[in-house]
């Protein structure tokens, strides 16, 4: 087992909602989303761990949570051995070249009145980190993601670039620190389904080279289990299952991981499989159900205990890990 580079504990974010004059005379008591409350897991180095379930269900949060791109409300963040958490930012800044973020839209995250040579230089601009061998860096990091030859690019915009050329920029930027950590939030979800998996081969090489770790934020779970070496199903703030990714793809014990499964197309439509139905939406954030998060929705309800009380997070088999009243009596 190798040595974690991010362990969060307990972590929570909850953003506080905004109320007009006349309901906050008729509610004195402060709202909050809780986009993030209460979880745990870590990253170990040269790993792609992760992150997945619906939209709103608290993973882009976490993402930069981590990065401190946005403070915790609670919790613990731990990076390389040091506690990171309530760092003040002169004293985080020469961590910040350590982690990077790679975002989800390529279209959104380039400026577009920026030459590629600005857009991947400009960390070490920020950092401080100018001189002689600024170029060479910036072609070295061209080169990692496969646009060659760099000196094409230099002087070109975004606007000059297929979608999956874009995002390799996005990600040379990202790499022109020499980052231990990268966040990548879902990386080619607004690509060509053609150009994906050039990107997501790009990640693995990345780890092969340079041993870096990744954060892989998604939805997708057939992705993931090409991609990732462990992952964390989350659900309404709350992580409800983790573990080795074929553990939990071939033997999902949550019913909310099995719904998701159960939702990812198949190439042989002949294939039997279990179909696992959830009904209704995602509640709100604001206030979500008590107990089990998932109860108003779960197709393995058990009644009194599951709208009662949240279910721990337990060990069931080696590394395996599920919050649901069914596993109760875990090893």
Excluded at 280 to 304: K, L, M, Q, W, Y
Aim: proline share 7%.
């Amino acid at each position: 087992m190798s040595e974690s580079i991010v362990r969060v504990e307990n972590l929570k974010k909850w953003f506080p909602v905004r109320m007009g004059f006349f309901r906050t005379l008729v509610s004195r008591t402060q709202l909050y989303v809780k986009a993030v409350d209460g979880i745990s897991f870590d990253i170990r180095k040269a790993e792609i761990f992760g992150l997945a379930g619906e939209s709103g269900s608290g993973k882009t949060t976490t993402g930069r949570v981590l990065l401190k791109l946005t403070d915790p409300t609670g919790g613990r963040i731990h990076f390389s051995g040091q506690d990171v958490t309530h760092m003040k930012l002169k004293d985080f800044k020469p961590l910040r070249r350590r982690m990077q973020m790679i975002f989800q839209d390529p279209y959104e995250s380039l400026n577009p009145q920026m030459t590629i040579r600005s857009i991947v230089e400009e960390p070490l601009i920020i950092q401080g980190i100018v001189g002689r061998d600024m170029e060479e860096r910036v072609f070295r990091a061209l080169e990692d993601v496969d646009l060659i030859p760099p000196e094409e690019f230099l002087s070109r915009y975004p606007h000059e670039l297929s979608g999956g050329q874009r995002q390799r920029v996005a990600v040379a930027r990202a790499l022109i620190l020499n980052p231990e950590f990268i966040v990548a939030d879902e990386p080619v979800s607004m690509l060509d389904v053609s150009i994906r998996a050039g990107i997501l081969d790009l990640m693995a090489d990345l780890i092969d080279k340079y041993g870096m770790s990744f954060l892989y934020i998604t939805h997708d779970l057939a992705v993931s289990r090409h991609v990732c070496n462990r992952i964390a199903i989350m659900y309404l703030g709350k992580i409800v299952e983790k573990g080795f990714v074929d553990d939990i793809i071939k033997e999902p014990l949550h019913p909310y991981t099995k719904a998701l499964i159960s939702a990812v197309p198949v190439p042989d439509p002949t294939s039997k499989r279990i179909e696992v139905q959830v009904k209704g939406e995602i509640p709100s954030p604001v206030n979500p159900p008590s107990g089990c998060r998932f109860h108003t929705r779960c197709p393995a309800f058990i009644g009194d205990i599951c709208r009662a009380r949240e279910p721990p997070i337990v060990e069931v088999e080696k590394g395996h890990y599920v919050a649901c009243h069914l596993h109760g009596d875990a090893k």
